[in-house]
């Protein structure tokens, strides 16, 4: 399996917030073609599976315009252009729910896709403790705080409640041996 | 937590064979902002982890230009229009790798992303054979067939080596019992 070459052209096609870029390659049996990728200049996102010291999944609820339906998502979201990646989840995690980690760890990365450059980061964190100034959240942002056992956490997950699912498999093994 | 009420405008920008649609909503507060998300009219993928006979995990090793690396898939692609999702596994695990599943069973669907309205429908497939016709690809398809065990499947899925990863969440539990 042979990587293929880009090549020109590269075109840019800007709607609202969200960059279509198509890119050419030139394929293994010497053809050129363009492919649509979801790509974004900085393209990371962090995220965290995140636990109460009584070890309950602190999860998010919240609208979410793809499948216009109430997701239960784990707290996370775009890296601001700079920042460590770790910190980015954990001023997530606080923005989004109100809770400062006690302990956290970096259980790896992910591409978000085959059609996208986007890099999902994950981390798993103990010991959260609620903060007093509680949740800051963006204009658009609406979100419900759910504490829920790891058990459910998983079974949400398995029945197609979260889109953020890389984040469950690489928490999977430490979520079991909680529950 | 309410589930936001759609309004018009709804836009649709159509960039190669991707469609950006802008949806607008009416937030909880009553203000209006418009999303933008990756749907498809036909919004429907199938993907399936597939075993051989002696338990060796069928994977598709292909250049993605989303990464721009090789990387390590599971059979998959879009289902067509009218086909069955079940269907439209099997018929992509032929396309891609020349194995028909023994026995195949549904184990989930997993919305792909808070921004698209893509839904992935997964599958099962154990005692998968070679059959003579080997694979049929499409034009710009390129795949080196792998086996590979279980437990490289998994630590494939855990470093980054794959896109599809709610697949390997859905099937985790067999693939341990497997190993």
Redesign the interface.
């Known amino acids: 399996?042979?990587?293929?070459k880009?090549i020109e052209p590269t075109v840019v096609?800007k709607?609202?917030?969200?960059t279509?870029v198509?890119?050419t390659?030139k394929?293994?049996?010497d053809?050129t073609?363009?492919?649509?990728?979801?790509?974004q200049e900085d393209t990371h996102f962090s995220g965290v599976v995140a636990l109460t010291e009584d070890n309950q999944v602190i999860v998010a609820?919240?609208?979410?315009?793809?499948?216009?339906?109430?997701?239960t998502?784990i707290p996370g979201g775009k890296v601001d252009g700079g920042e460590d990646y770790q910190a980015a989840a954990v001023r997530e995690l606080a923005e989004e729910t109100g809770y400062n980690p006690g302990k956290i760890i970096s259980i790896?990365?992910?591409?978000?896709?085959?059609?996208?450059?986007?890099?999902h980061h994950y981390y798993f964190a103990t010991n959260c403790q609620r903060v007093v100034s509680g949740q800051q959240l963006d204009?658009?942002e609406?979100i419900?705080v759910k504490l829920i056992s790891p058990k459910e956490f998983i079974a949400n997950?398995?029945?197609?409640q979260?889109?953020?699912?890389?984040a469950?498999?690489?928490a999977?093994e430490r979520l079991v041996n909680l529950s």
Do not use: C, H
């Open positions: 399996m042979k990587v293929w880009r096609n709607i609202g917030y969200r279509i198509t890119k390659f394929l293994p049996d053809s073609k363009g492919f649509q990728t979801i790509d609820q919240q609208f979410r315009p793809g499948p216009e339906k109430i997701m998502e790896g990365q992910i591409y978000k896709s085959a059609y996208s450059n986007g890099i204009d658009s609406f419900d997950a398995l029945k197609g979260m889109t953020d699912i890389g469950v498999l690489l999977y």
